[in-house]
């Protein structure tokens, strides 16, 4: 499948266990048709990493940042599938906006896209944007593809 999309950004461990470390890992991200996958880059080689069948995205859409960012890009924004909010760090605002313009797009005719969505980080334990602790409470901001 061609890829749409292809870059270099920097991801945030997406802790799918609750001892799983916290960093910020520099990624190739592919995105085709059908999925977002992304790779680490060693001695010119690409090995697979992870990958999110568009099917199963329920929100794409920046993160709107009020805390430091501990990585070198700092235009954040965020991919949430099944009950996961992956984080994505684009270089810049230009690069970031085209990611979740084309996510967008290719997610257009999902059925289970958010009603609601948290536009801030969570973190330490908590959304900061409302405050509440459970990783799972519902978004608190409406959602618009
Ligand atoms: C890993 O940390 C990497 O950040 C993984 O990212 C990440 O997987 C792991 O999170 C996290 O434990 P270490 O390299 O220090 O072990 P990557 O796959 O890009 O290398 P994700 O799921 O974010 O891909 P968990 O939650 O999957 O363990
Ligand atoms: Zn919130």
Redesign the pocket.
């Known amino acids: 499948l061609t890829p749409i999309l292809e870059e270099t950004l920097i ?7 609750r001892t ?2 916290l ?1 910020y ?1 520099e ?1 190739v991200f592919v995105l085709t048709k059908s999925k977002l996958t ?1 790779y ?1 880059l060693r001695a010119e080689k690409r090995f697979k ?2 990958s999110v069948d568009l099917q199963r995205i329920r929100c794409v859409e920046i993160v709107k940042n009020t805390t430091i960012i501990p990585c070198q890009n700092k235009y954040p924004f965020q991919v949430v599938y099944d009950a996961i909010t ?1 984080y994505i760090f684009a270089p810049s605002n230009e690069s970031r906006s085209i990611w979740v313009q084309n996510l967008k797009e290719e997610i257009r005719n999902n059925v289970q896209i958010a009603a609601k969505f948290h536009p801030q980080f969570w973190q330490e334990g908590e959304w900061l944007c409302c405050g509440q602790l459970d990783k799972l409470a519902p978004g608190c901001e409406g959602y618009n593809l």
Request: net charge positive; charged share 45%.
């Open positions: 991801k945030r461990s997406q802790q799918k266990k799983s470390p960093n890992k990624r992304y680490e990493k992870g992956l």
